[in-house]
Each structure stands twice: as C-alpha cells, then as structure tokens.
C-alpha cells in the first residue's frame, strides 16, 4: 500500500485539530474548559447593545455585528480588531479571548459626531 494518501489524511486531520494564535501560539483543538460564546451586538444611535460582552479566558468569541442605522465601526484596540458595518447590513467575525482584563471597544467612524460617544467594554474574566 502506498504510504501516501495516509501521510496527507494525518496531516490533514492533524491540521483540523490545530490551530494558530494571533499571538503564533498552537492551539490543540479547543482550550480545556473554553466555549464558543456567540454574541448580536446592535450599534444605532449612538450605543452598542449590548455596551458590555462577558467571556472567559480561552473562549472563542463570535460576534455578529449589526447597524440599524447609519455606518458603524466595532473596534477593540487591544485585540487589533477592527470591523465595519454599513447601514442596514451585518458583519460576522470571530476571535480567541486570549489575554484576561476588561478591554474598551468603540465606533472609531468620524463621519458623524456621535459615533465618537459609543463605547462599550469586552470582559475577559481569568482561568483559575
């Protein structure tokens, strides 16, 4: 038998099972104890709803970003995450809550003045 076709299923299978951190740490499947948190996160004049999203240390944080009115942005400067939704549109992303803390996001758009007013906060709470 041709070792081949073996050789790419376990590499392929192993690629599955691993992945890489923004940081270009590997990550064997999912983290011990770590969920997938999905979160609609509604920004209109001029708020985010919910302003305050609340993870563990580990989670893979889903977030599908809505706008209701006009442009907005969902930025969060500590995870170099930066998206754009257009009015009436929605946006999806994902990413690993790495590093624990409480980290601001914002709408960073400066075509209106009130964008400049939303704020919000990522709460990553530590693993024991």
């Not at 992945?19 to 948190?37: F, L």
């Not at 442009?71 to 009436?88: C, D, F, N, Q, W």
């Amino acid at each position: 038998m041709n070792p081949r076709p073996r050789l790419v299923l376990l590499l392929a299978l192993w690629a599955s099972a691993t992945s890489v951190s923004p940081q270009g740490h590997a990550i064997a499947g999912q983290q011990q104890g770590s969920s997938t948190r999905p979160f609609t996160v509604v920004a209109s004049r001029y708020r985010f709803e919910p302003a305050r999203i609340e993870v563990n240390e580990g989670d893979l944080v889903t977030i599908e970003l809505k706008s209701v009115d006009i442009a907005h942005s969902l930025t969060i400067e500590a995870y170099r995450i930066a998206k754009r939704v257009g009015p009436g549109q929605t946006v999806a992303f994902e990413f690993r809550a790495e590093r624990a803390g409480t980290f601001p996001f914002v709408c960073d758009l400066k075509a209106d003045e009130g964008c400049l007013k939303m704020r919000g906060a990522l709460v990553v709470r530590a693993r024991p």
